[in-house]
Every structure is written in structure tokens, then in C-alpha cells.
């Protein structure tokens, strides 16, 4: 599991390293479904592409590495590393802009077990819905993250994540 695990942070450092531009850092505190505290620590690279641009807003995104610390009893406790494309619609604003997003990406988690969920395997699916507000460099939002293995391996339990999330771009 140590080596999946170091495979994905090599893999989301080296694409970091590839992007030409500033990377913004995101810090989150939540629970999970089961009330399992969820501590997040990640970097994002905004795509530098837009579409259906209008003066509504535009269809945006971003990359997303993070590294997750499920803080449970001792049973329950559990570490993952994940990395996801998220499309987000930025609305239009002058000092505010409200967004919302989402995002299918995969993760890593240290082992199978988390509170009473069997995850089946460490290799996980992300779902991610979030919405929030974007202001002078900075980001506020709530994001609601689903991780599943999508019945490749049994049993499939999953897990769900609700955050509080704050981003600081440079």
C-alpha cells in the first residue's frame, strides 16, 4: 500500500511540475457521513481554458491533488491521496464571484477500512459537487466528496466527505 500510495503523490507532484502556472493551495475541515472528522491539505492548477463564455459567466476548471486524513478511532482511522479534473461555472461578478463545481477523479487510500465501511480496495473513485464564493485571490466553499470503487472489487461500501474549504491563489 506505501507504494500505491508513494506512485500517486509522484504522480500528482510531476504534474504539477509540467504546469506552467501558479499553483494555489487549499486547506479543508469537515466530516464524514459517519462523523469521522476529514482533514484535507491540497494544490490546484486552473486550467487556462474557458468555454461558453457569456455575460452569465464561463465554464472554467482546475486540477486537483490533495492529501486526506480521515481522523477515526484507532480502527478507523485512514489516509488518501487524490487527484481529479473539476470543471467549475464561474458566475459573473466584480469583487464576488460565485461558482459552482464538479469533478470525477481517483484516489488512494492507506487501507480498506474506514469507521464501519469495508472500501473493498484502496483504489477509489472521487465524486466531487461543491459551490462557494471567489474574492480578491481567495476562495470560501462547501463540497460534498463520494468515494466508491465502483463495484470493481467487493464489498463497496464507499465513504462520503462534507467540507469547509478555503483556497488562497498566488
Not at 504539477?16 to 464524514?32: I, K, Y
Request: include cysteine; charge should be negative.
Amino acid at each position: 500500500m506505501k507504494k500505491i500510495l508513494s506512485i500517486a503523490a509522484g504522480a500528482a507532484l510531476s504534474v504539477g511540475s509540467l504546469c506552467a502556472q501558479a499553483v494555489d493551495f487549499t486547506a479543508a475541515v469537515g466530516q464524514s457521513g459517519d462523523s469521522t472528522m476529514v482533514y484535507r491539505l491540497g494544490a490546484q492548477w486552473n486550467w487556462e481554458r474557458s468555454w461558453l463564455q457569456s455575460s452569465v459567466g464561463r465554464l472554467t476548471g482546475y486540477w486537483d491533488a490533495g492529501y486526506t486524513y480521515w481522523d477515526g478511532d484507532k480502527t478507523s482511522t485512514n489516509h488518501s491521496l487524490s487527484f481529479a479534473p473539476v470543471f467549475v461555472y464561474e458566475f459573473a461578478g466584480q469583487n464576488v464571484q460565485p461558482y459552482i463545481e464538479a469533478g470525477i477523479g481517483v484516489a488512494a487510500f492507506a487501507n480498506t477500512k474506514l469507521e464501519d465501511n469495508d472500501l473493498g480496495s484502496s483504489f477509489q473513485f472521487e465524486d466531487r459537487i461543491g459551490f462557494g464564493l471567489r474574492f480578491s485571490g481567495q476562495e470560501v466553499g462547501i463540497r460534498a466528496i463520494h468515494y466508491s470503487n465502483a463495484g470493481i472489487k467487493k464489498p463497496n461500501d464507499g465513504v462520503e466527505a462534507y467540507t469547509l474549504h478555503y483556497r488562497l491563489s498566488f
